[in-house]
């Protein structure tokens, strides 16, 4: 089965500890995507890569970190120095090919500090 | 930035309504994607719509590019079309706006049977 998978899908983290989310796609796809959902509201970019290697910051990037080292896999750090990270966290992956950049999402991980 | 707004903000029909949802953004686009979010968060793609007219079965979307607005019909609607539907947009030129997808607030459509 072809998609997005992301892991866990519920973490719980106590304030001060830094924490990772999982994103890996088996689509083939060249540019993956991190997303913040907070309730009720619509999704901001935090961080994006086009290739491997190589990734950018998106509109919300502070407190974050990422890595691409495969281009199945676009972890996801959320470190202490985030202020709010208690959301719904969602990634996606587009192919990028021939201008075609239609984005497709992961099931999420809804985050919660305690 | 861009700006994409959304409207209305919540729609309640009974069961075999139709309805039009609206989404109008403030810059050039060179991609739209209409989404349907579940009850557990899954983000479903409807369209990939950035001009022209496109069906799904009982759902049609259609963009006008020129004048900055699309439209999402659903017809016949049931109670499994309910959710928060969202409007996504990327902008026009490349470097680091290429790829990013701004999204509308979402319009809660609640379909009663």
């Known amino acids: 089965d072809g998609g997005i998978t992301q892991s866990p899908k519920y973490l719980f983290r106590k304030e001060g500890q830094n924490v990772t989310l999982s994103c890996e796609q088996n689509?083939?796809?060249?540019?993956m995507y991190w997303y913040r959902q907070d309730p009720g509201q619509g999704l901001r970019l935090i961080y994006y890569?086009?290739?491997?290697?190589?990734?950018q910051k998106g509109d919300i990037a502070e407190g974050y970190s990422v890595s691409r080292e495969k281009k199945e896999s676009f972890p996801l750090t959320v470190t202490s120095a985030q202020k709010n990270p208690t959301a719904f966290y969602l990634c996606?992956?587009?192919?990028?090919?021939?201008?075609?950049?239609?984005?497709?999402f992961g099931p999420g991980t809804r985050l919660t500090v305690l | 930035g861009i700006q994409v707004e959304q409207s209305p903000p919540d729609l309640i029909l009974q069961e075999g309504a139709n309805s039009t949802l609206r989404c109008n953004f403030s810059?050039?686009?060179?991609?739209l994607q209409w989404f349907h979010q579940n009850p557990w968060g899954q983000l479903i793609n409807l369209f990939y719509?950035?001009?022209g007219t496109k069906q799904n079965g009982r759902l049609s979307a259609t963009t006008v590019a020129t004048e900055r607005y699309s439209l999402l019909y659903i017809s016949s609607s049931q109670t499994t079309d309910s959710g928060v539907y969202f409007c996504a947009v990327e902008t026009l030129g490349g470097g680091t706006s290429y790829g990013k997808l701004t999204f509308g607030q979402g319009t809660i459509l609640t379909v009663h049977p």
């Open positions: 996606a992956s587009s192919p990028t090919s021939g201008g075609y950049n239609e984005q497709f």
């Open positions: 719509i950035p001009s």
């Open positions: 689509l083939n796809h060249d540019a």
């Open positions: 810059d050039s686009v060179n991609n």
């Open positions: 890569s086009q290739i491997v290697n190589d990734f």
